[in-house]
């Protein structure tokens, strides 16, 4: 790709402010082409998961800032995705936190953007719908669409993260700047599950699913991992409990173990 | 190479479309004589928050404005 570019005239360089400023690299004092950063679990690896499927789509201009706050990104004076790695080589200070969340509890709502069709419809006609929606939720459809749209969206997430409960308060602080396709913040989500019995160990197929790692690394790691001891942490009966641990008291020989040696021959 | 000088540069671009004149820079170049052109690491400019899209138009399946072009959302350029 080229493009044409010039050197910057006398004028230009006088009143640079005066002119839209593109940074086509990072805004940053020093970069480490070496890093592996780029490739380990915080970036190109984490866009995958064992199976090879992409794991999510990140906007690659959206940071946990969200992009809108142009005030905030310029308090760290890059931009916005250079701007979070470099709030772990530099942390953040307390004057620059403070504003941070003064702007956040200021500006709560963006009452910038333009009003559509639904939304003055849903805006004359408040009290009528407000009305009717209280008598059943299914009576009022942008609502009942809005409720069957949220409950898809937890289901999904509840399936992708094998949680059957979540809890969705959080800190309204904060909450308010979540974007609108996260509406349930994650770290409420509670994977809980109830089940009667003895535990059986974990299984390869359990590591799978919590660490997110390749079958065949799951099993590997069964093979060199002992299960002595199996507690079963679902279950509050103390039976289950079982404070016997002899099982790793002693060396194992083969699948068993035991504390008393049989002579199979006369010495 | 050696004694490589490294230093932030600006450059201006005129947009041949709308004649409004940006000016880009860029953090930490490598200044040789010897080049009149500035090359720019296409991972780079990723690493910048800046939209890039190197499929040629005439390369592409279903042609847009997308391809072949490098975006900044915030100026619109």
């Known amino acids: 790709m080229y493009f044409a570019t010039r050197a910057l005239n006398d004028e230009e360089m006088a009143n640079w402010e005066n002119y839209p400023v593109v940074n086509l690299t990072p805004n940053s004092d020093n970069w480490d082409p070496h890093s592996l950063h780029f490739a380990d679990a ?4 984490s866009m995958m998961d064992c199976n090879g499927d992409i794991v999510g789509q990140r906007k690659r201009d959206q ?3 969200e992009e809108e706050e142009a005030e905030v990104s310029e308090l760290y004076s890059k931009p916005l995705e250079a701007g ?3 709030l772990y080589a530099e942390p953040c200070d ?10 956040i509890q200021d500006d709560p709502y963006d009452f910038t953007a333009p009003l559509t069709d639904d939304d003055v419809t849903m805006l004359a006609g408040d009290g009528i719908r407000a009305q009717v929606a209280s008598i059943s939720s299914v009576l009022d459809p942008s609502y009942f669409t809005a409720m069957l749209d949220d409950q898809a969206m ?3 997430l509840a399936m992708a993260v094998g949680s059957t409960t979540f809890d969705d308060t959080a800190c309204d602080v904060f909450e308010a700047r979540v974007p609108a396709k996260a509406k349930v913040p994650i770290w409420d989500i509670n994977a809980s599950a109830i089940s009667a019995g003895r535990s059986h160990g974990v299984t390869a197929d359990h590591l799978l699913k919590i660490w997110r790692i390749p ?3 799951a099993a590997r790691t ?5 299960q002595g001891v199996k507690q079963n942490p679902d279950s509050s009966l103390s039976r289950n409990a079982s404070t016997n641990d002899r099982a790793v008291w002693y060396r194992w020989v083969s699948k068993f173990f035991t504390d008393t040696l049989f002579a199979t021959k006369w010495a | 190479m050696e004694r490589v000088e490294i230093g932030d540069v600006a450059v201006a671009y005129d947009d041949p479309y709308t004649g409004v004149t940006t000016i880009l820079i860029m953090r930490n170049s490598l200044l040789i004589d010897s080049m009149d052109h500035n090359l720019l690491p296409p991972f780079l ?13 005439f390369q592409s399946n279903d042609a847009t404005l997308d391809n072949h072009c490098i975006y900044d959302e915030v100026t619109g350029l």
């Open chain 1, 42 to 45: 915080d970036a190109e690896a």
């Open chain 1, 63 to 65: 940071t946990i800032f």
């Open chain 1, 84 to 86: 979070v790695s470099e």
């Open chain 1, 94 to 103: 307390w004057e620059t936190f403070h504003q941070l969340v003064d702007y």
């Open chain 1, 154 to 156: 937890i289901s999904k």
């Open chain 1, 215 to 217: 079958f065949d690394d």
């Open chain 1, 222 to 226: 069964l093979e060199v991992t002992t």
């Open chain 2, 45 to 57: 400019i990723g690493e910048a928050a800046l939209f890039l899209d190197e499929t040629p138009k």
